[in-house]
């Protein structure tokens, strides 16, 4: 018997017994594949878990930094169709970027107008309808079947307006601990024009510059995966303020037509509503309903509620799927998870990038997974991760 085949001393010991080798080869084989498979997911999720937990702290404490970059980076979605047709017709960039400046100006103070000059012509007419309204109330608290006395209904309008006060006092205290909220209000404002200004002029060259950062060898998959990401931040930039427009001409002329007071600046409430798809618009069609019953009666509510659910199925069913690709089409079960996540997280800032930030991170993971990045074709299709390895089969001899 040969060396190698002779065995050794230590594998004969205690009758036999495996070795330290083996037993780890038993133990191996003796966890099932599954659960093997889940351990292996799980290590890397609560990995994953991690790097996004530090990640969301850091933007935390950076917040007033982070959040006019991503108000640059949406607006600069928005305005970029714009500036590079003027382009394309030999506009010079830096007349471009003025033009399309000044005229996102002149529509935000256009409307701005449009809002205060109806409340302005209507307000008298608003405030006697809304004290005819609570005559109404009080009235039906005490001929209705709750047959509320005037004294308690007196007392709960004073606990309603003790509440509020209490509220207000709350949010003043909050404000003056904070002391430069206005400052950072203003120098937010200043750094996101900055920035939006930089990225009309040379977002390009500054991607170029950024993507330094990344290896050689992943400089392909990291620029086809930003410039896929990029192009579904402009389409979802581009659709929702399509969306919002009619949102906003479908609801405000509805409640027009049917005689709802401040049909104006419902619409603008609505289209800036609809910047958060889904919960926004909503909201919004909430207050317009809302309205109708207040100052126009059940009837007319019936009928603005009938406009809102008609605009928000024209939306959901008709331009969403047709103006979203398939490459940026979120299912709106994730886009109400994520709209309440960033709400959670942020607040208003949160419920607003929440989408858009999905929707980017969806394509940048749809072109790394697929490799679409290697032949330069669009990614298609939502995110689908890679199917379970199975455990190959020994061949019986």
């Not at 960039?93 to 000059?117: E, F």
């Not at 400052?183 to 900055?194: I, N």
């Not at 009309?200 to 050689?216: T, Y």
């Not at 919002?244 to 619409?267: C, K």
Request: glycine share 8%.
């Amino acid at each position: 018997m040969t060396d190698e085949k002779r065995p050794r001393k230590r594998d004969l010991l205690w009758g036999g017994m495996p070795t330290d080798r083996t037993v780890s080869t038993d133990t191996g084989r003796a966890v099932p594949f599954g659960l093997r498979v889940t351990a292996a997911y799980a290590w890397r999720l609560l990995l994953i878990a991690a790097a996004a937990g530090v990640i969301i702290w850091v933007v935390i404490q950076l917040k007033l930094l982070v959040i006019p970059l991503l108000i640059a980076i949406l607006i600069s979605a928005l305005l970029s169709p714009a500036v590079g047709w003027m382009l394309r017709h030999r506009v010079p960039r830096w007349l471009a970027i003025v033009i399309a400046m000044i005229g996102t100006l002149a529509i935000v103070a256009g409307l701005l107008w449009l809002v205060i000059w109806q409340v302005t012509l209507q307000w008298a007419q608003v405030r006697d309808s809304t004290a005819a309204s609570v005559d109404r109330l009080r009235q039906y608290l005490i001929d209705g079947p709750l047959h509320l006395s005037p004294a308690e209904i007196q007392a709960y309008i004073d606990q309603a307006f003790a509440f509020l006060q209490q509220q207000v006092d709350l949010l003043w205290s909050g404000a003056l601990a904070i002391g430069t909220t206005a400052g950072h209000v203003v120098t937010g404002a200043v750094l996101a024009l900055f920035i939006l200004i930089c990225l009309l002029a040379d977002g390009a060259g500054i991607w170029r510059w950024a993507l330094k950062i990344f290896p050689r060898g992943a400089r392909p998959a990291a620029a086809a995966a930003a410039s896929n990401g990029w192009n579904t931040v402009v389409n979802y930039a581009r659709t929702q303020l399509l969306v919002a427009t009619i949102d906003a001409v479908g609801i405000g002329l509805g409640a027009f037509l049917l005689g709802v007071p401040l049909a104006i600046p419902v619409a603008v409430l609505v289209f800036l509503g609809a910047f958060v798809p889904i919960v926004g618009a909503v909201v919004t069609g909430t207050v317009a309903v809302f309205l109708a019953l207040v100052y126009n009666g059940p009837w007319i509510a019936f009928w603005m509620l009938v406009v809102v659910l008609g605009v928000q199925q024209i939306e959901g069913h008709i331009l969403q799927p047709i103006l979203m690709g398939s490459a940026v089409k979120v299912h709106p079960l994730a886009v109400v998870l994520v709209v309440a996540g960033g709400t959670m997280i942020a607040g208003i800032p949160g419920a607003l990038f929440a989408v858009p930030l999905a929707a980017f991170v969806n394509v940048v993971a749809v072109t790394l997974s697929s490799g679409s990045w290697r032949t330069g074709d669009d990614p298609h299709g939502d995110l689908i991760w890679s199917t379970v390895p199975r455990e190959r089969r020994r061949r019986i001899q």
